[in-house]
């Protein structure tokens, strides 16, 4: 079966393309990633900080039985509502440093939209380890969770 979130990694390339078209107008697709309410639904994490600023900077964690089992932070360096987002990304406690990300959000129609993420890693090698985990279904069904949660809005 086709995962709707497409991943792109070109061989020998220090990067991954994610594509993804929404039936969300743009406006409300940007909006999953700048109000912390909607973030936490669709990412099932909690916010601990989201300053959406050049400049800024956001951490999120997520927490099973009471225990910490993801934190990740980063600084947010572009912030243009329904456009843009360019921001680094550190998943704490593994080893991958930390990566450079471009979010781009595009109106297809007044009704649908697409979120491209380019997603720049230090090097080919911490890129492949990141694909040989779930990476691609676990996007994949965090998108289908976003969608769902805002057409209900």
Do not use: C
């Not at 390339?13 to 639904?41: C, G, H, M, N, S």
């Not at 697409?114 to 492949?128: A, C, D, G, H």
């Amino acid at each position: 079966m086709q995962l709707k979130t497409q991943v792109h990694a070109e061989e020998g390339k220090q990067e991954i393309l994610i594509t993804r078209d929404f039936d969300l107008p743009v406006d409300l697709l940007f909006k999953a990633y700048e109000i912390p309410e909607l973030f936490e639904q669709w990412m099932g994490t909690k916010v601990i900080k989201m300053e959406n600023r050049p400049h800024g900077s956001y951490a999120f964690q997520t927490s099973h039985g009471g225990e910490v089992v993801f934190r990740a932070n980063g600084t947010i360096h572009e912030f243009i509502p329904n456009q843009r987002i360019t921001r680094t990304f550190e998943m704490e406690g593994t080893p991958f440093p930390v990566q450079l990300e471009y979010l781009e959000f595009h109106p297809v129609s007044e009704t649908t939209s697409r979120l491209t993420m380019q997603i720049v890693f230090k090097s080919v090698e911490y890129r492949n380890m990141l694909l040989q985990m779930p990476f691609a279904q676990g996007i994949n069904m965090a998108h289908n969770k976003l969608e769902s949660i805002l057409k209900n809005l």
